[in-house]
């Protein structure tokens, strides 16, 4: 639960901070400090990744995952959820207090943009597998820095989106801690390996090198540990 509550607390302190300033971080220091952040995210993956302890296990795990992955779309359905509890606060009338519309937009757009994504997955399984949570203090300093400008534009709202990613990674986290009661040694290994592939995919699309649908990969972390038990 560390990293998730590395991760909370990072999201709070963003908000008082933007609160304060009231002013969006210039885009120069943004670009240069998320550049930093990608390369820290493929270094994490690539040292998850040589942990690997059956690597034809793992590229199809990774070819089948993707596969399935795309086949559901998994990322379309999390968009379209994102869109809709968007747009169900947009409709919302509220004339007599119409401060309360951009308090649920900001808090709803806030949620969504922490809590669904490859990191707040990857990172809650790494953190329940009791491994040093790399990958939630990564997005840790993203959130930090996103909370900042969302703050100064949306106000205090953006501070209680911080309680949803304390429910939703620290659900997963502990989910995964369960889990690992009955995974072996090489299961687990075969696991960070696979997860360290779809993070150096993630690192490429923070430094816009190319567009990853790591979200759609998302599957290949269950079918090998299927396989790994199996084989």
């Not at 790399?134 to 209680?160: N, R, W, Y």
Request: proline fraction near 1%; charged fraction near 15%; include cysteine.
């Amino acid at each position: 639960m560390v990293g998730t509550l590395v991760n909370t607390g990072a999201i709070v302190g963003g908000s008082l901070l933007g609160l304060m300033i009231r002013s969006r971080l210039s885009e120069r220091m943004t670009a240069i400090v998320f550049q930093g952040i990608g390369l820290v995210t493929i270094a994490i993956g690539v040292s998850m990744s040589l942990q690997t302890k059956d690597m034809i296990l793992v590229v199809v795990s990774i070819v089948s995952g993707a596969i399935l992955g795309q086949a559901v779309d998994i990322d379309k359905y999390l968009r379209r959820f994102s869109d809709y509890l968007r747009s169900k606060t947009r409709k919302e009338k509220l004339a007599d207090d119409a401060g309360q519309n951009r308090f649920t937009e900001g808090f709803v757009t806030a949620s969504m943009l922490f809590c669904v994504g490859s990191m707040a997955i990857l990172g809650a399984i790494e953190d329940g597998m009791g491994k040093n949570p790399d990958i939630l203090l990564t997005k840790s300093v993203m959130d930090g820095i996103s909370s900042v400008a969302l703050a100064a534009s949306f106000g205090v709202c953006i501070l209680f989106s911080s309680i949803p990613v304390l429910i939703y990674q620290g659900s997963l986290t502990l989910f995964a801690a369960f889990i690992m009661r009955y995974m072996s040694d090489d299961m687990t290994a075969n696991m960070t390996g696979v997860g360290g592939i779809l993070l150096i995919g993630l690192g490429i699309s923070i430094l816009k090198i190319k567009d990853i649908n790591v979200t759609n990969m998302l599957p290949a972390l269950v079918i090998i540990v299927i396989l790994s038990y199996f084989f």
